[in-house]
Each structure stands twice: as structure tokens, then as C-alpha cells.
């Protein structure tokens, strides 16, 4: 097995790029395996999983790999943090990790918060197997990759000198708020919210309240429709 330049090929000469996955849903990893795993046939070897950010900064800082599949919505603080953490990792003179946002997401607000963390593309989870195989290679080779709908986000984004446009409301929240707000607004009960960001149900409930008095809204179903007029869910 030869190796140059952070491609690694195998006795045929086929590329082979190892990934590690990210995302709180270890049914979607197993089936993100499933799906791109199978080295021999994909080219893609799954070198390591992660659930939140301190997993995800400590397999990443382990395995190196060439690629990292980032769930934007992760306990710990998000995709972002992740980003954040692995700064140095991203900036390396020679095999830099490249990452791709693989999210449920398609919100313009998660879309150019990864892009400006420093993510080479953003791709929704209704992407078929091989088009994240080919997404995948296409990153390692440093390409900017993006489903179609979401690359006019980052164009108008970064074809604008002058500074996004603040949202007053949701500037009043905190992260974890955040966070919460939009477990919420996707329909989850508070004890599932609670297993996700790994905190107490209580906890949950408080989060909840400063949301709703911060909104001045009343109760979850208008928090939901706040929170899907602004394409946060």
C-alpha cells in the first residue's frame, strides 16, 4: 500500500480516503457505514466515531483523518466547536483534515456558520450513498462541495462586504438555548432533548421557559412556528 500527498491507494491503485463520522445519532453513523464503509467497494475506510465535541476534537486529534463527516447540531456545542478545536488540525502544512457538514439542517444560518468555521462543503442528509462517496473524495481533493440549493448561501454571503443581517430575537439567546429551541421546534419531548445535550430534564424545562419569556411567546407551538418562519429547524 502506497501513500502521497494524504492519498492513500491500495494494490489495484484505487484511492482510498479515511473518514471519521460525526453525529449524535449512532443509528445514522451505522448507517452512514453501511452505506460508504465498505472499503473494498467505495474507496472510503471509517477510521473512528463520534457523538459530541469532546469525542469528536479527540478521535479527529487520534486518527487524522482525511476527511471528517460533521453534524452541525452536536452536544458540546455544535459542529462550529468542533471547527474551532481542530483550527490547527485544518491549517497543517502537509495532510491537512478537511471537514464536510452532513446535516438534517438546510438553514442559511448553519450552512455559512460551518463555511466561515472553515468547512470545505455542506451536504443534507437526503444525499444518496454515492453521491456522499463522490463528495467525499471531492473534498480531500480540496474542492468545495455543496447541495445545490444551499451553495447560493454561501455565495450571497460572501459576495456581500457588508455584515450579515442580525436577528435581534434570536441574538437574545444563549447556545444551549439555541439548541434546545430547535430540538424543540423539531418535535422532541423533553427527556429526548435531555439525552441529547446530555443534561436534566429540569434543566430542559428551565431552558425552555427563558425561551418562550426571551420570544414573549406562549407555549411550544408557537415556539415551533417562530422557529420554522426562520428556517432554524
Known amino acids: 500500500m502506497t501513500e502521497a500527498a494524504g492519498t492513500t491507494e491500495n494494490g489495484t491503485g484505487a484511492r482510498r480516503v479515511r473518514v471519521v463520522l460525526v453525529d449524535d445519532h449512532r ?3 451505522t448507517g452512514v457505514q453501511a452505506e460508504i464503509g465498505e472499503t473494498a467497494r467505495t474507496g472510503v475506510e471509517v477510521v473512528g466515531e463520534a457523538a459530541d465535541v469532546d469525542q469528536a476534537v479527540t478521535v479527529i486529534t487520534a486518527t487524522r483523518p482525511e476527511v471528517v463527516l460533521l453534524d452541525v447540531h452536536l452536544p458540546g456545542g455544535g459542529g462550529v466547536e468542533v471547527l474551532r478545536r481542530c483550527a490547527p488540525l485544518m491549517t497543517a502544512a502537509e495532510n491537512p483534515v478537511r471537514f464536510l457538514a452532513l446535516s438534517v439542517s438546510d438553514a442559511a444560518e448553519d450552512v455559512i456558520g460551518v463555511i466561515r468555521g472553515g468547512a470545505r462543503g455542506y451536504v443534507t442528509k437526503t444525499i444518496t450513498g454515492a453521491d456522499l462517496v463522490d ?48 430540538l424543540i421546534a423539531r418535535g422532541y419531548a423533553y427527556k429526548e432533548i435531555a439525552k441529547q445535550l446530555f443534561i436534566s430534564v429540569k434543566t430542559v424545562e428551565s431552558h425552555v421557559s427563558a425561551v418562550l419569556r426571551k420570544l414573549q411567546l406562549s407555549n411550544r407551538h408557537e415556539l415551533t412556528r417562530w422557529a420554522t418562519a426562520r428556517r432554524l429547524v
Open 27 to 29: 443509528m445514522f453513523r
Open 135 to 182: 463528495s467525499v473524495f471531492r473534498v480531500q481533493d480540496g474542492d468545495a462541495v455543496f447541495s445545490p440549493r444551499l451553495a447560493g448561501f454561501v455565495l450571497d454571503a460572501f459576495a456581500s462586504t457588508d455584515a450579515p443581517p442580525v436577528d435581534e430575537d434570536l441574538d437574545r439567546l444563549t447556545q444551549r438555548e439555541r439548541e434546545v429551541l430547535r
